[in-house]
């Protein structure tokens, strides 16, 4: 049975990710990209769906957890430890960043006395429906199913038994024994015999220097950086692409069918990425990002999708996977995201707002960027007003939300401030009106004066948390009684028991705005955006104190999901998840601009 979600780490080599959980258990591993089939799938199955454990031999129990594990410093190479009645044993795991096959090592390592190890390896292509062929090769084994293949290198001795590869030994002090996956095409030679130590090694070299270009050095740091080393490991190099989460079908709700397939690229979220790299120093990330758009919107700007595949892909079917349970009975379990084709038009005013922080932070003048901005505003001029399914992708009717007309006006007025500053050119006046005319629009059609509050889209009552980006995105000042009246009706009637805030009323039994049934949790990126704005209007206690408790809510290595179930006290959602990870940090960067923090 997989874990629970926060009981998992993440390691990964910037093109595909794993996930390992306290038991040594590898249980999510997709191969050779993020978005390709997973080889373990059993965090949403069963162990008859892949997984790969490694630790001490534990008879017909269970396994039990590493009494320790943390991040080898600024890294992504985990280290897990057991003490045992015969020792301490450890177990490293990390994942190179690419150059050739890619590949998966874990290491293990005596501490203390003499501990008998076990490794168990149960291959499963196509998310554990095929069960590959392993066989031996030059001492070495591989696994092959159609177009895939599978290598195992170890340092221990193998053998198979009921379609698992397994390695029992014994570890001394200072003995290190080593095990590495290989994935390759079927029709290729043999990947190049790994060698462990000295991937650990450039391993721990890469993180270190990649690490120190951040130019964050506040009082969160810690947190600031681990969660841009996530950030960094859902980027997928050759194409400078980023995944919102590394993971499919985490639940929303335990049990529930809100369970989405995230290993895209979505346009937002890779936007707002870009922008917390920015701000801490990363810009190599920001332009691979920047070429990446300019790939995937190529040809067809009027068309803009709200999310690409890694490469730019624009078809991404989606598909039920119906022999996979799902996680903790969780189904469907989806691949594929039927809401690549959405109309949501706050995408244009995230993208704009990416390329303006790019053009205000030095980054070197990009002439088809600047092309492509002016288009993308000619093509919202003539749609800006239309209803859309906005930002939390709802699957009901479309409506005017107001957080897509608000994000309209940003893509409007960073084009303005670009034509300004004698970079671009354009119909300067008429896209003035054009901006004053949308924030009229959504300052008499969005806002409800009764209860002085915006409300979630034109004639409705209802309240949604995209509300709380009014003032951090300029549309209106903090001080404004509508902001102040906003971020307080959100705080009465979007928040859990514990302080934290829901993105909308959802429908429990009922279909409700986005036209599905359940509930999910707290989510996270709304959270932290309530702290931004509380800093805003100057209650930067009340901040701080939100801040540190959505900080808490992190497993122990810092990671978080992309949400939080009030009532199991859990993480939920696809993990780990680059929407949580990037308003943490914005926040961060905020309380530390204003001494808001404590010690």
């Not at 349970?325 to 594929?336: D, L, M, Q, T």
Request: hydrophobic share 40%.
């Amino acid at each position: 049975m997989a874990g629970r979600i926060e009981d998992y780490a993440l390691i990964g080599d910037m093109q595909t990710a794993a996930l390992v959980c306290r038991d040594g258990t590898i249980d999510w591993l997709c191969l050779p990209r993020f978005d390709s089939h997973a080889v373990f799938a059993g965090l949403l199955g069963t162990e008859e769906h892949g997984f790969w454990r490694l630790g001490p031999a534990a008879g017909s129990e269970d396994p039990p957890p590493a009494v320790r594990r943390s991040y080898r410093g600024d890294s992504l190479i985990l280290e897990s430890e057991w003490d045992t009645p015969r020792g301490t044993v450890r177990v490293t795991d990390f994942m190179p960043p690419r150059d050739g096959a890619p590949q998966l090592v874990r290491i293990v390592e005596g501490v203390t006395g003499r501990v008998p190890m076990r490794s168990a390896l149960r291959m499963r292509f196509s998310y554990g429906r095929i069960v590959p062929w392993v066989h031996k090769v030059d001492g070495r084994t591989v696994a092959v199913a159609g177009p895939d293949s599978v290598w195992l290198d170890a340092e221990a001795e193998t053998y198979g038994k009921d379609l698992t590869t397994y390695a029992d030994f014994t570890v001394s002090p200072g003995e290190r024994v080593a095990f590495t996956i290989s994935w390759q095409p079927s029709h290729r030679n043999p990947p190049a015999l790994p060698e462990p130590e000295q991937s650990l090694e450039a391993t721990e070299e890469f993180w270190r220097e990649w690490v120190e270009q951040c130019t964050y050095h506040g009082p969160y740091r810690e947190a600031v950086i681990r969660s841009l080393i996530t950030l960094k490991a859902l980027t997928y190099a050759p194409t400078g692409g980023i995944v919102a989460a590394p993971t499919t079908s985490l639940p929303e709700e335990i049990g529930g069918l809100r369970n989405w397939d995230y290993r895209y690229t979505w346009l937002r979220d890779a936007a707002i990425t870009l922008s917390s790299l920015l701000r801490t120093g990363y810009r190599d990330e920001a332009r691979a990002w920047r070429e990446w758009l300019l790939r995937a919107v190529a040809g067809d700007p009027e068309s803009l999708q709200i999310m690409y595949g890694i490469a730019g892909e624009r078809e991404l079917g989606e598909a039920e996977l119906d022999w996979l349970p799902g996680y903790e009975g969780s189904a469907p379990v989806r691949v594929g995201n039927g809401a690549a084709h959405q109309l949501q038009l706050d995408v244009y005013g995230e993208v704009t707002e990416a390329l303006h922080l790019a053009h205000m932070t030095g980054l070197a003048r990009n002439d088809h960027a600047s092309l492509l901005q002016l288009k993308l505003i000619r093509h919202l001029e003539d749609h800006w007003y239309e209803p859309d399914e906005g930002i939390w992708e709802v699957r009901g009717p479309r409506r005017h939300f107001v957080h897509s007309k608000v994000m309209a006006w940003v893509a409007v007025d960073r084009t303005i401030k670009l034509i300004e500053s004698g970079d671009a050119d354009g119909p300067l006046e008429k896209w003035r009106e054009l901006r004053d005319d949308i924030h009229r629009d959504v300052c008499e059609k969005g806002y409800d004066q009764e209860r002085n509050t915006f409300t979630q889209s034109y004639g409705s009552k209802e309240l949604d948390a995209s509300l709380l980006l009014i003032p951090q995105m300029g549309f209106l000042p903090p001080d404004d009684k509508r902001v102040i009246g906003t971020i307080e009706a959100i705080q009465r009637e979007l928040s859990t028991p514990d302080g934290f805030i829901m993105r909308y009323p959802t429908s429990g039994e009922d279909e409700g705005v986005d036209g599905l049934s359940g509930d999910e949790g707290a989510f996270l990126a709304c959270s932290f955006w309530m702290a931004d704005d509380l800093a805003m209007i100057g209650r930067v206690d009340e901040a701080r104190k939100l801040f540190e408790k959505l900080l808490a809510l992190r497993n122990d290595l810092g990671l978080l999901a992309e949400e939080w179930d009030p009532v199991r006290k859990r993480q939920v959602g696809n993990f780990p998840q680059a929407f949580s990870h990037v308003p943490l940090i914005d926040t961060a960067l905020r309380l530390t601009a204003s001494g808001a923090y404590g010690g």
